[in-house]
């Protein structure tokens, strides 16, 4: 109790700061079984029935060589509104996605295994379970996965950036800035017919499925996401140590996890969207790779190492209040170099909330933590 009583009086810098002294008691900020939860919101702005939620959990601290590590089980789920009086062949209503990280006490992932699962509306289920593993002097990871029954492997460098430090290691760490992308998708329209195409939103369109001309209809899936349970703040908390030593600001590379390469048959996508480095279902990324029918082990190209990685800021800004569910807190507010943000920490060094752009209308949206209340 003492302990508690300790941290939770001294500044966010020295709770930081001295997360290396606190290694017997909490590990970047997590007490061992500590679990944290994130949920979409606002309630009142979210499509009919859509839901996002993730999880984090630190399961274990071990020491391998002298030196701490920490494994982390991660989760997440997304469901879509049902369509209104119609079946489309291969939308994506529901994804499932499961697995774990191991990290050092620099936040470095040393390991990512995770599985995904996409319901497709009159299809079944797609699957596919990813897993890297850190080799090669910390230089690169070994990737495995499986889709459609094929076994792939493939080298993924990690690219040089000047906060990375091969030796240690540090510098790197898990989290898909991009991904909060997957919560703002682009309205699809389809007519009874079968045809598809992109509808963008307007300001005054419903955010719910309805007729919009003869034999047409309007739904929403996530055919076109990267991989969302990354759009994880639980793992963004892991790397808000760097930033309080930063002295207030910090250049970070992030690791983007990827689901499955590649695809042998020419003809048939995988998914919604067919193949991708980001993985089956994706749109638009600019980022394609044709099929490979005969190969089953890609090297760094034609998917280059920078796929992997993105490169953000972090500033902290100032201190202020925020909402958080039914509580108002004061909590640091950090800003992001890109079009998502801003982000709000904890005096602990956990990251509460993240704004996400406004839908066109106004409307708001967030991915915010839970209090244990609400589990």
């Given at each position: ?107 470095f992932p040393l390991m990512i295994q995770f599985q995904t699962i996409r319901h497709l509306d009159g299809m079944g289920d797609e699957a596919y379970p990813v897993n890297y593993q850190l080799e090669d002097d910390h230089r690169r990871y070994e990737k495995r996965t499986t889709a459609n029954g094929k076994r792939w492997y493939q080298s993924v460098p990690i690219r040089r950036h000047s906060t990375v430090d091969f030796d240690t290691p540090s510098g790197l760490f898990a989290f898909l800035p991009s991904a909060p992308g997957c919560l703002d998708r682009p309205v699809r329209s389809y007519d009874q017919a079968g045809g598809a195409y992109l509808q963008p939103r307007s300001a005054g369109s419903s955010s ?168």
């Amino acid at each position: 109790m003492f302990l508690v009583v300790v941290v939770l009086a001294i500044s966010a810098g020295a709770a930081l700061g001295d997360a290396q002294s606190l290694q017997g008691e909490r590990f970047l900020g997590f007490e061992i079984g500590e679990e944290r939860r994130y949920v979409l919101g606002p309630d009142d702005d979210l499509d009919r029935s859509e839901q996002a939620i993730w999880s984090i959990r630190l399961d274990e601290v071990f020491e391998t060589g002298g030196e701490p590590e920490g494994m982390f089980a991660l989760s997440h789920e997304w469901a879509a509104p049902p369509p209104i009086g119609v079946v489309i062949l291969g939308q994506i209503r529901n994804v499932e996605s499961a697995g774990f990280v191991r990290v050092n006490a620099h936040g470095f992932p040393l390991m990512i295994q995770f599985q995904t699962i996409r319901h497709l509306d009159g299809m079944g289920d797609e699957a596919y379970p990813v897993n890297y593993q850190l080799e090669d002097d910390h230089r690169r990871y070994e990737k495995r996965t499986t889709a459609n029954g094929k076994r792939w492997y493939q080298s993924v460098p990690i690219r040089r950036h000047s906060t990375v430090d091969f030796d240690t290691p540090s510098g790197l760490f898990a989290f898909l800035p991009s991904a909060p992308g997957c919560l703002d998708r682009p309205v699809r329209s389809y007519d009874q017919a079968g045809g598809a195409y992109l509808q963008p939103r307007s300001a005054g369109s419903s955010s719910t499925p309805q007729i919009i001309a003869p034999k047409t209809i309007r739904i929403t899936d996530n055919s076109g996401c990267e991989e969302s349970m990354f759009a994880h703040l639980g793992l963004l908390s892991l790397a808000m140590p760097a930033l309080w030593e930063a002295q207030g600001e910090r250049q970070y590379l992030f690791f983007t996890s990827m689901g499955a390469i590649g695809e042998p048959d020419s003809t048939v996508g995988f998914g919604a969207g067919g193949s991708t480095p980001y993985g089956p279902g994706s749109f638009g990324t600019g980022r394609s790779m044709r099929p490979q029918p005969s190969m089953s082990r890609l090297e760094g190209d034609p998917l280059s190492n920078s796929s992997y990685h993105q490169t953000e800021t972090l500033k902290f800004m100032e201190r202020v209040s925020v909402q958080i569910g039914s509580r108002t807190i004061d909590a640091w507010l950090i800003d992001i170099s890109n079009r998502y943000g801003p982000i709000y920490v904890d005096d602990d060094g956990g990251v509460i909330r993240m704004d996400l752009p406004p839908l066109p209308g106004g409307a708001e949206r967030w991915i915010r933590m839970l209090w244990p209340s609400e589990f």
